[in-house]
């Protein structure tokens, strides 16, 4: 995988490969998380895009339908709800027929033959003292007639402006944002003027799923954040997995058991209990081994939240083989010894499971601790090296795969000026 920017955030420009694990090491402001922020952004526009675009038609039909619903009651009703009426019920008979709309509309070419099955269609399935002729099927199909490459397009820019808040374009610079993956012999290539697309061409298909992990507090949002506030943000759909009920079985726990069990003993030196969570809620614990207390997991440490999340992932099973992890400075939060830890687990994952894991750092701990173990693992040949670095006020990336000591060099100098300063304080 090849991911190439030019001109986006702080970043001039960026050539990076992922086959394995990728570390981009570097100063604070010098544009490490924009290589990652484009690359969660691509990744979850395309990811299973057909099924994504028939949700979106799904979901706008749903709220016509149902705003359309409700305005016909009250007029009907002289302004009063109708005292049979069960939202609940009409809001599921109203999903139904949305899918069953997307899901047969390809078939009808001509818009009055679809107005006419979609008249057909909901008076028989929706509240049957509301006609069907006073919805606003002239909008239904509207949206049924939007194409899937508009829809594909307005996925990727709203994803890219919610990361970049709204400022996707280089600041110091008046050119072109463009952003192209390749993968194997499929590309995506996406061209960017004053943050709106400008070209998109693409023949790919992404069917793994992309996990972007910048911050532990995310734990302790789980139980009241509002999912519509982040939607388009990698915060929501990591958040929509943690939580993820579907994904959640005692078939699933014990597929996971056995596929990860090598992860899973690195995971229990750190995490020997496991999580639970109320029924039909958002409140995860940790139940400690032999322990008779469950402790809520914003009562942990945010070192352990690190490793929650990686935990939560694989134990409801949303991490997959050939999937992509994105972790921006993991280590912040990490003791140097869990560090050294962290760092092996992030090359088991890759070792056992082919992922690509891309991942930012400031840590000569966390660096030689990926080196040290992608050469116990014997998968140093898929380990790439990248330094950030300014040129004037714009942000490159360096290829350093073949010189790492200049890794460790930038990021010890500071520490290594702090003691010559000392010595001028010596006796």
């Given at each position: 995988m090849k991911l190439?920017?030019?001109?986006?955030?702080?970043?001039?420009?960026?050539?990076?490969?992922?086959?394995?694990?990728?570390?981009?090491?570097?100063?604070?402001?010098?544009?490490?998380?924009?290589?990652?922020?484009v690359l969660w952004s691509i990744f979850s526009s395309f990811y299973k895009i057909n099924e994504q675009i028939a949700i979106e038609k799904q979901e706008s039909i749903e709220k016509v339908i149902f705003n359309s619903f409700l305005d016909s009651m009250y007029q009907d009703?002289?302004?009063?709800?109708?005292?049979?009426?069960?939202?609940?019920?009409?809001?599921?008979?109203?999903?139904?027929?949305?899918?069953?709309?997307?899901?047969t509309f390809e078939n009808i070419k001509d818009d009055t033959e679809l107005k006419y099955y979609l008249i057909n269609t909901l008076n028989k399935i929706i509240y049957s003292d509301v006609n069907a002729s006073n919805y606003k099927i002239d909008e239904i199909v509207k949206i049924l007639r939007i194409t899937n490459d508009r829809i594909g397009e307005i996925a990727i820019l709203k994803r890219l402006l919610k990361e970049?808040?709204?400022?996707?374009?280089?600041?110091?610079?008046?050119?072109?944002?463009?952003?192209?993956?390749?993968?194997?012999?499929?590309?995506?290539?996406?061209?960017?003027?004053?943050?709106?697309?400008k070209d998109l061409r693409e023949d790919i298909y992404v069917n793994t799923e992309?996990?972007?992990?910048?911050d532990p507090h995310i734990v302790d949002e789980l139980e009241e954040i509002s999912m519509e506030k982040i939607k388009f943000s990698h915060r929501g759909q990591l958040i929509e997995n943690l939580l993820n009920v579907e994904k959640e079985s005692v078939i699933n726990e014990l597929l996971a058991e056995d596929r990860w069990e090598k992860i899973n003993d690195k995971l229990n030196d750190i995490i020997q209990g496991k999580f639970t969570r109320k029924k039909n809620g958002r409140s995860f614990f940790y139940e400690e081994k032999n322990g008779y207390e469950k402790i809520n997991v914003k009562n942990l440490s945010m070192g352990l939240k690190v490793f929650t999340i990686i935990k939560l992932l694989i134990q409801n099973n949303s991490l997959k083989e050939n999937g992509t992890i994105i972790l921006d400075e993991p280590e912040i939060h990490l003791h140097p010894e869990w560090q050294i830890k962290f760092a092996e687990l992030i090359v088991l994952l890759q070792k056992e499971f082919g992922m690509h894991i891309l991942l930012t750092t400031h840590s000569p701990y966390f660096l030689k601790a990926i080196q040290v173990y992608s050469k116990k693992y014997e998968i140093s040949d898929k380990c790439k090296y990248y330094m950030s670095e300014l040129d004037g006020e714009q942000a490159i990336l360096v290829d350093k795969t073949s010189k790492t000591d200049d890794l460790f060099y930038k990021l010890a100098i500071s520490f290594e000026n702090l003691m010559n300063e000392e010595e001028l304080y010596e006796d």
């Amino acid at each position: 995988m090849k991911l190439s920017i030019k001109n986006v955030g702080r970043l001039k420009e960026a050539d990076v490969e992922i086959n394995g694990i990728t570390v981009i090491a570097g100063e604070n402001n010098t544009g490490k998380s924009t290589v990652g922020k484009v690359l969660w952004s691509i990744f979850s526009s395309f990811y299973k895009i057909n099924e994504q675009i028939a949700i979106e038609k799904q979901e706008s039909i749903e709220k016509v339908i149902f705003n359309s619903f409700l305005d016909s009651m009250y007029q009907d009703n002289m302004g009063y709800l109708d005292p049979f009426y069960n939202e609940e019920k009409e809001k599921e008979n109203i999903k139904k027929v949305s899918k069953k709309i997307v899901n047969t509309f390809e078939n009808i070419k001509d818009d009055t033959e679809l107005k006419y099955y979609l008249i057909n269609t909901l008076n028989k399935i929706i509240y049957s003292d509301v006609n069907a002729s006073n919805y606003k099927i002239d909008e239904i199909v509207k949206i049924l007639r939007i194409t899937n490459d508009r829809i594909g397009e307005i996925a990727i820019l709203k994803r890219l402006l919610k990361e970049f808040n709204n400022q996707i374009n280089n600041i110091y610079s008046e050119a072109e944002a463009e952003m192209e993956l390749i993968i194997k012999d499929k590309s995506l290539k996406i061209v960017i003027e004053d943050n709106k697309i400008k070209d998109l061409r693409e023949d790919i298909y992404v069917n793994t799923e992309v996990f972007y992990i910048d911050d532990p507090h995310i734990v302790d949002e789980l139980e009241e954040i509002s999912m519509e506030k982040i939607k388009f943000s990698h915060r929501g759909q990591l958040i929509e997995n943690l939580l993820n009920v579907e994904k959640e079985s005692v078939i699933n726990e014990l597929l996971a058991e056995d596929r990860w069990e090598k992860i899973n003993d690195k995971l229990n030196d750190i995490i020997q209990g496991k999580f639970t969570r109320k029924k039909n809620g958002r409140s995860f614990f940790y139940e400690e081994k032999n322990g008779y207390e469950k402790i809520n997991v914003k009562n942990l440490s945010m070192g352990l939240k690190v490793f929650t999340i990686i935990k939560l992932l694989i134990q409801n099973n949303s991490l997959k083989e050939n999937g992509t992890i994105i972790l921006d400075e993991p280590e912040i939060h990490l003791h140097p010894e869990w560090q050294i830890k962290f760092a092996e687990l992030i090359v088991l994952l890759q070792k056992e499971f082919g992922m690509h894991i891309l991942l930012t750092t400031h840590s000569p701990y966390f660096l030689k601790a990926i080196q040290v173990y992608s050469k116990k693992y014997e998968i140093s040949d898929k380990c790439k090296y990248y330094m950030s670095e300014l040129d004037g006020e714009q942000a490159i990336l360096v290829d350093k795969t073949s010189k790492t000591d200049d890794l460790f060099y930038k990021l010890a100098i500071s520490f290594e000026n702090l003691m010559n300063e000392e010595e001028l304080y010596e006796d």
